[in-house]
């Protein structure tokens, strides 16, 4: 039987995500490891780590749409059809893209934060994935700290100490450090998954392909 754990476990494969909260792909991806895990039977320890595709959005962020055109020079046309493929292969791995024409880019340097505290507590996975929903499937405001402190709360957190965390910022130099650390070492784009601290993966490769690179990682363990 698969499991997925937020805990560093020894014989567990060691799993390190880095990735942006509002990166389509970076669901994608998981949601594509995910079942990889299960159809292999490996127990996997995830650690996730902070990226900001957008570190310069200001605090009231951009339509999506118009972002995604601006940045990346694509048509309405060709954005649309993103959508809807990003929305298709969603719903082949059992996750819901809402995608509206009112939906924003927003910064996510807080919601990064929060998950770094979420991590002390033990409730750093289910954050996350809490978080991908809310953003995705809700389209909710992830640099609204009241909207981040409920999505906290609705994983076991602390409400009123996710607040706390938001408003001093205790944790912004800490996450500061460990996205340097991951630009530094090469990682420009995501999601980047590194097995075992040293197979570096980039882009939502596929269920098979994860699959694959899972069961030589066990045969070369078992070797």
């Not at 567990?12 to 389509?24: F, G, K, R, T, Y």
């Not at 791995?93 to 809402?98: E, K, Q, V, W, Y």
């Not at 996510?108 to 809490?130: I, N, S, V």
């Not at 912004?172 to 570096?200: C, K, M, S, Y």
Request: hydrophobic fraction near 40%.
């Amino acid at each position: 039987m698969s499991e997925i754990s937020d805990l560093d476990m020894e014989d567990a494969l060691q799993i390190d995500i880095v990735s942006d909260v509002v990166c389509p792909w970076c669901i994608v991806g998981f949601k594509q490891l995910e079942k990889a895990i299960e159809q292999t039977g490996v127990t996997a320890a995830v650690k996730w780590h902070p990226f900001e595709l957008n570190p310069e959005m200001p605090a009231e962020g951009e339509n999506l749409r118009e972002h995604i055109m601006r940045k990346y020079g694509s048509t309405e046309e060709q954005s649309q059809s993103a959508r809807d493929r990003l929305t298709e292969i969603g719903r082949e791995l059992g996750f819901d893209f809402n995608f509206t024409d009112d939906m924003r880019m927003v910064n996510t340097f807080e919601a990064h934060q929060l998950l770094h505290w979420a991590a002390h507590e033990g409730k750093e996975h289910p954050l996350k994935m809490a978080l991908f929903e809310a953003y995705f499937a809700k389209r909710l405001n992830l640099n609204d700290k009241t909207v981040l402190a409920d999505v906290a709360e609705s994983v076991g957190l602390d409400r009123a100490e996710a607040l706390n965390v938001l408003e001093d910022n205790r944790y912004a130099d800490a996450v500061r450090q460990e996205e340097t650390f991951w630009t530094q070492n090469g990682i420009q784009g995501v999601p980047a998954v590194v097995f075992e601290r040293r197979h570096l993966i980039t882009g939502a490769q596929g269920v098979d392909n994860y699959t694959a690179i899972i069961r030589q990682l066990m045969d070369g363990e078992a070797a």
